[in-house]
């Protein structure tokens, strides 16, 4: 069965770097886009970034843009998120995604991780 | 980019139907098929609904249904029950310079 397991997150002070991981199972990983989506506390979803399946192409949203960088390891099935110059507001569950079709991109997102909860706060 | 627009809340009594509706701009909802829904439970990941306006995953009930007319596409869910009971945020490809906005969410309470 398909699985993703968000980890990484914790404390970390304004200005540090934090790095997210998904692993992947229970599908064949190199053919489907990733994303990551979070969830600030008591808040609505935020889409943040998105892989491509050959990891060649990537998006992000404008709210993180220059600060995280997504990245894959087809031979590990695994998805990065690094996060640089944190701010309060990247407070948030950060989620992995995976796109719903592989060898597409439609915009939506048929499994997620659990989640793992990013803190900045000094 | 700003969030598509949405009811804060919606309720209605088990049977009933209920819509949610999700509000953009030509540059999102109303350009593009790739429109979906999600459905979020306290403390859960959100579990994809329909995707491309009106499609229904395997394994989601077909109470829920989806549509869209211009700008703004719509969530059915008909023959309402208590596990209906979340948080539904609808999401959309846009055209700006961040690609994907989800809605600004909806309670739904089966009273």
């Known amino acids: 069965q398909v699985q993703l397991v968000d980890s990484g997150g914790g404390v970390v002070q304004p200005g540090r770097s934090l790095r997210l991981s998904c692993a992947a199972s229970?599908?064949?990983?190199?053919?489907?886009?990733m994303h990551w989506v979070r969830q600030a506390p008591g808040k609505g979803l935020e889409w943040v970034a998105v892989?491509?399946?050959?990891?060649?192409?990537?998006y992000y949203a404008d709210s993180v843009k220059g600060r995280f960088t997504i990245s894959r390891d087809n031979s590990k099935n695994t998805v990065y998120l690094q996060m640089n110059s944190l701010r309060a507001e990247d407070t948030a569950v950060y989620y992995c995604?995976?796109?719903?079709?592989?060898?597409?991109?439609?915009?939506?997102?048929?499994?997620w991780g659990q989640g793992t909860l990013v803190t900045v706060s000094s | 980019q700003s969030a598509l627009t949405q009811p804060a809340s919606v309720s209605g009594s088990p049977g009933q139907s209920i819509t949610i509706s999700c509000t953009g701009t030509?540059?999102?909802?109303?350009?593009?098929?790739?429109v979906s829904w999600y459905q979020q439970h306290p403390g859960k990941a959100p579990k994809l609904t329909i995707y491309?306006?009106?499609n229904r995953p395997s394994g989601v009930s077909n109470r829920f249904s989806g549509s869209k007319s211009g700008n703004t596409a719509s969530l059915t869910i008909s023959g309402l029950q208590a596990e209906d009971e979340a948080d539904y945020y609808c999401?959309?490809?846009?055209?700006?310079?961040?690609?994907?906005?989800f809605g600004t969410g909806t309670k739904v309470t089966v009273l």
């Open positions: 999401g959309s490809y846009t055209s700006s310079s961040t690609p994907y906005v």
């Open positions: 995604a995976r796109e719903t079709r592989d060898h597409e991109t439609l915009w939506a997102f048929d499994y």
């Open positions: 030509s540059s999102d909802v109303g350009g593009y098929k790739y």
């Open positions: 892989i491509s399946s050959d990891g060649n192409h990537d």
């Open positions: 491309d306006v009106s």
């Open positions: 229970g599908f064949t990983f190199s053919t489907y886009s």
